[in-house]
C-alpha cells in the first residue's frame, strides 16, 4: 500500500510569488491534513478537507487555502509568499475526518524556500 | 485553548540507556495524546496513541507511554535506546470544539541524541 505522497520535495520560491503544493493520500483514505513547520513555531495545523470540505482552519491568513478533489488528493496554495512561509508542509491522511480515532499518515513533507 | 509542552529540548543518552521523553498537555476535556517521531528530512511517524482505557499504551519500536491525568502528563519511555533512535520526537493532542476536531496541537519537539 503506497504511502503519502507530496510533490514536490523541494521548492524555492521569490517573495510575492504564489506556490502550488499537493498531497496524494493512502488510497481509500478521505481526510487531508495540512501542517506547516517552521524552526521558530515548530507544527502548526493549517487545515483538514474531508470529501472535498474544508472541515476546520488553523489560524492563518487568507493566503494560505486548500482544496480537495474527487478523487481525495489535496492541494494547498500560498499566494503572496513571504520569506516567513519558509518551512515544512506536511501533509497528513487519515480513513476518517479527525484523526481521533484513527491514526494519521504523514508524507515526508514538502521544503519551501521563499528568496 | 489546549497546548503541549515539551520541557526538554535537547536529550542525550547513551545507547542502551533507558529514556523517559517528558510531555505535559492543557486540554479541558478527556484528551486524545499521541507520540510522533520525525527523522531528519522526514515526515512524522506514529509511535503510539491514547484514547482512553489502560493508561500504560505500548507502540512500536519498543516505546511506552504513560498517561497521567493528576499530572497532566504523557511521558514516553524505553528500556533500552538504539542508535536508531536518535530523532526528534513530538507530542501531539487532538483538539475539539463544538465544530468537531481541530487538528493536532503538537509540542515543540525534544532532540534526543545517543551517544556509543
Known amino acids: 500500500k503506497a504511502g503519502v505522497t507530496q510533490t514536490p520535495r523541494y521548492l524555492i520560491k521569490t517573495r510575492g510569488q504564489q506556490v502550488t503544493l499537493s498531497c496524494s493520500p493512502i488510497?481509500?483514505?478521505?481526510?487531508v491534513s495540512w501542517y506547516q513547520q517552521t524552526p521558530g513555531q515548530g507544527l502548526q495545523f493549517l487545515f483538514e478537507?474531508?470529501?472535498?470540505?474544508?472541515?476546520n482552519k488553523g489560524n492563518f491568513p487568507g493566503r494560505f487555502s486548500g482544496r480537495q478533489f474527487s478523487n481525495s488528493r489535496s492541494e494547498m496554495n500560498v499566494s503572496t509568499l513571504e520569506l516567513g512561509d519558509s518551512a515544512l508542509y506536511l501533509c497528513?491522511?487519515?480513513?476518517?475526518?479527525?484523526?481521533?480515532?484513527?491514526?494519521?499518515?504523514f508524507g515526508q513533507g514538502t521544503r519551501l524556500t521563499v528568496v | 485553548a489546549q497546548s503541549v509542552t515539551q520541557p526538554d529540548i535537547h536529550i542525550t543518552v547513551s545507547e542502551g540507556a533507558s529514556l523517559e521523553l517528558r510531555c505535559n498537555y492543557s486540554?479541558?476535556?478527556?484528551?486524545?495524546l499521541f507520540w510522533y517521531v520525525q527523522s531528519p528530512g522526514q515526515g512524522l511517524q506514529l509511535l503510539l496513541k491514547?484514547?482512553?482505557?489502560?493508561?500504560l499504551v505500548q507502540g512500536i519500536k519498543g516505546f511506552e507511554a504513560e498517561f497521567k491525568r493528576s499530572q497532566s502528563s504523557f511521558n514516553l519511555r524505553k528500556p533500552s535506546v538504539h542508535w536508531s533512535d536518535a530523532a526528534e520526537y513530538f507530542c501531539?493532542?487532538?483538539?475539539?470544539?463544538?465544530?468537531?476536531?481541530?487538528?493536532?496541537?503538537f509540542g515543540k519537539g525534544t532532540h534526543l541524541i545517543i551517544q556509543p
Open positions: 497528513a491522511s487519515s480513513s476518517v475526518p479527525g484523526q481521533g480515532n484513527t491514526e494519521a499518515f
Open positions: 486540554y479541558g476535556a478527556t484528551p486524545y
Open positions: 491514547y484514547f482512553s482505557g489502560d493508561t
Open positions: 488510497s481509500g483514505h478521505r481526510s
Open positions: 478537507y474531508f470529501s472535498e470540505t474544508q472541515r
Open positions: 501531539a493532542v487532538l483538539s475539539y470544539s463544538g465544530g468537531g476536531a481541530d487538528g493536532l496541537t
